[in-house]
């Protein structure tokens, strides 16, 4: 896979479709596309994700980095996306470890 390449995530129903950007031979999610995945409103995210950096379960300076993003529109602007998804999840936002998608979402980003 190429540096800055965007992979499309769909479960096996085809329902949950994310662009998922990998830089690096790492994937990263904005906190909208985890909601997606995780059906957690982007709010519920966010709360989470600053939790798990005020407990220091994770380290805010690997797991965020800012990436310039074109929208539909054509404008442009930073946006914060979160690398170490997994741990994200399991540490944080109501983890299910039997959940489908989340299962087969992991397995396809380790490849």
Same mark, same amino acid.
């Given at each position: 896979?190429?540096?800055?390449?965007?992979? *499309? /995530?769909?479960?096996?129903? !085809?329902?949950?479709? *994310?662009? %998922?950007?990998? #830089?690096? #031979?790492?994937?990263?999610?904005?906190?909208?596309?985890? !909601?997606?995945?995780?059906? @957690?409103? @982007?709010?519920?995210?966010?709360?989470?994700?600053?939790?798990?950096? @005020? #407990?220091?379960?994770?380290? #805010?300076?690997?797991?965020?980095?800012?990436?310039?993003?074109?929208?539909? =529109?054509? &404008?442009?602007? =930073? %946006?914060? /996306?979160?690398? &170490?998804?997994? =741990?994200? /999840?399991?540490? $944080?936002?109501?983890?299910?470890?039997? =959940?489908?998608?989340?299962?087969?979402?992991?397995? !396809? $980003?380790?490849?």
């Amino acid at each position: 896979m190429n540096t800055g390449e965007i992979l *499309i /995530y769909q479960n096996s129903e !085809g329902g949950i479709k *994310i662009d %998922v950007r990998l #830089e690096e #031979e790492t994937v990263w999610l904005t906190q909208a596309q985890m !909601g997606l995945l995780f059906n @957690k409103d @982007k709010r519920t995210i966010s709360e989470h994700i600053s939790n798990t950096f @005020k #407990e220091g379960e994770l380290n #805010e300076n690997s797991v965020v980095r800012n990436f310039r993003t074109t929208a539909s =529109d054509g &404008k442009s602007s =930073d %946006v914060n /996306y979160y690398n &170490k998804i997994k =741990d994200i /999840y399991s540490t $944080s936002i109501d983890y299910n470890p039997n =959940d489908e998608k989340t299962i087969m979402f992991f397995k !396809g $980003s380790a490849k």
